[in-house]
């Protein structure tokens, strides 16, 4: 199966802790993002990839979250000093050449933080 | 501010009905459109994309597109319980940003 592919899929963890979540894009997507969310509510924005270019990065986004794709390949996204309300589901999805293809999502990561 | 809306639900269907579910936009630029379907705990699944005026067909899913009202509609014939879930509408805008509705919840009754 060569679709996007997240890990771990779930996390828990204490207050305070760094959490880093991983990205495999489907391998000819050039284009990859990251969201958050959370229950009831739409895919909230976080960043945007074209190959290892961050283009884009939500004004919403803590200086905590940071998020690497340094081969233009898998992608990284990190919380430090994570927050009660950092608890989320955390999406990535990828995209073809054009901007005006479809996401693609991959199955998730639910972080928890006690 | 770039909106999507949805009603959020539920909204319930006999088994065997036809489902109905709305969504409108306030970006005019906007040109590509999509109807995303998501179980609950699971990702978003795309279902459907639609990009010119008109109606377009899949199965049983109907995307329709009205770009002067700025309002795009998925119609689900003989629902099925199977297609319960939370409908996600997502509207790129004249940046290229997907922006989401937060979703309308279908529950289909047998």
């Known amino acids: 199966d060569t679709g996007v592919s997240q890990d771990p899929r779930h996390k828990i963890t204490k207050r305070g802790q760094n959490v880093t979540f991983r990205c495999d894009p489907i391998?000819?997507?050039?284009?990859l993002y990251w969201y958050r969310q959370t229950l009831g509510q739409g895919p909230e924005f976080l960043t945007y990839?074209?190959?290892?270019?961050?283009?884009?990065k939500s004004r919403l986004l803590s200086d905590r979250f940071s998020a690497e794709r340094p081969k233009g390949s898998f992608s990284t996204l990190e919380i430090q000093r994570t927050e009660q309300g950092d608890s989320a589901m955390y999406l990535c999805?990828?995209?073809?050449?054009?901007?005006?293809?479809?996401?693609?999502f991959g199955d998730g990561t639910r972080l928890s933080i006690l | 501010q770039k909106e999507v809306e949805q009603n959020s639900g539920p909204l319930s269907v006999p088994e065997g009905a036809i489902a109905s579910l709305n969504c409108t936009y306030s970006?005019?630029?906007?040109?590509?459109f999509f109807w995303y379907r998501q179980y609950s705990g699971k990702s978003p699944e795309l279902i459907m994309s639609?990009?010119s005026n008109g109606d377009k067909e899949d199965g049983r899913f109907t995307a329709q597109l009205n770009k002067a009202s700025q309002y795009v509609s998925l119609l689900i014939r003989d629902s099925q319980p199977s297609d319960s879930a939370t409908y996600l509408c997502?509207?790129?805008?004249?940046?290229?940003?997907?922006?989401w509705g937060a979703g309308t919840k279908l529950i289909i009754k047998p």
């Open positions: 999805a990828s995209g073809g050449d054009r901007s005006n293809q479809p996401q693609h």
């Open positions: 391998s000819e997507h050039n284009r």
């Open positions: 990839f074209q190959n290892e270019a961050q283009l884009e």
């Open positions: 970006d005019r630029g906007s040109q590509s």
């Open positions: 639609i990009y």
């Open positions: 997502a509207v790129m805008d004249s940046n290229y940003q997907l922006i």
